[in-house]
């Protein structure tokens, strides 16, 4: 797994360029990425490569689209107005999840292989019911090592310090603390690009198939069950 970085939430040129430079230079076959814009996945279409949508969804790149997740603010400002109208006070940090439908997974493509949306299903009823977690300790290691405690800096001050065990029943408890995440374990197995001389961005590179978030974990959920339907 490879990841570049645009250092922007959206810039559609550079994520282009990066897209291409994954793909031509790092030779990967599959790219998903954490911006809304058809930077990316245009030049996966271009370029014939399958692509997995970050909250967007794009049948019409037949030759690239795969399955995309999608977070679903309805559910939240559903939440605000009726706490607003009612006279409740709000929860200080408010996480939605699949269970409660605030995040949601389109249907696979065409494009993906045979029992994918089936596998997803599953994959998705394990989540909802807690057997599948997604940061199952089991599932990564750090330096070739297990990881069966992490300080993470949840309470967050000025000096960054960590504060709060974040792991516990065999897994990372993302997003669980607060709303903001706080994963940010470099796992094995994940190569990241910061500087590259030969490459014509300004090291301005894209983000993708890279861990952050609470909904970025769907997308690395996705790739896996996709890489093992085919």
């Known amino acids: 797994m490879i990841v570049r ?3 922007s939430w959206y810039d559609e040129e550079e994520e282009a360029i990066a897209a291409r430079n994954l793909i031509d230079k790092d030779k990967c076959k599959m790219i998903s990425q954490h911006a809304d814009s058809q930077g990316a996945p245009k030049v996966c279409e271009e370029k014939k490569v399958p692509n997995i949508f970050y909250n967007i969804e794009n049948k019409e790149l037949t030759n690239s ?19 607003v ?7 200080y940090d408010w996480v939605g999840h699949l269970s409660d439908n605030a995040v949601t997974v389109y249907e696979a493509s065409s494009l993906a292989a045979p029992n994918t949306q089936d596998k997803m299903n599953e994959a998705i009823d394990s989540l909802k019911n ?8 089991s599932k990564f290691t750090v330096d070739g090592k297990k990881i069966e405690s992490y300080k993470a800096d949840v309470d967050t001050d000025e000096n ?5 065990e974040a792991i516990s029943d065999g897994y990372f408890h993302e997003s669980e603390y607060r709303s903001a995440p706080y994963f940010d374990l470099r796992i094995d197995g ?3 690009i910061f500087d590259d001389e030969d490459d014509d961005t300004n090291n301005n590179l894209i983000e993708t198939l890279i861990i952050l978030g609470s909904f970025i974990p769907l997308t690395v959920l996705l790739i896996a069950l996709l890489r093992k339907c085919c």
């Open 130 to 137: 807690g057997k599948l977690k997604v940061f199952d300790i």
């Open 65 to 83: 689209y795969l399955v995309s997740s999608k977070i679903n603010w309805n559910i939240f400002f559903e939440y605000f107005i009726t706490s």
């Open 190 to 192: 994940i190569t990241e």
């Open 85 to 91: 109208k009612n006279g409740n006070e709000m929860d």
């Open 5 to 7: 970085y645009t250092y």
């Open 160 to 164: 960054f310090e960590v504060d709060t």
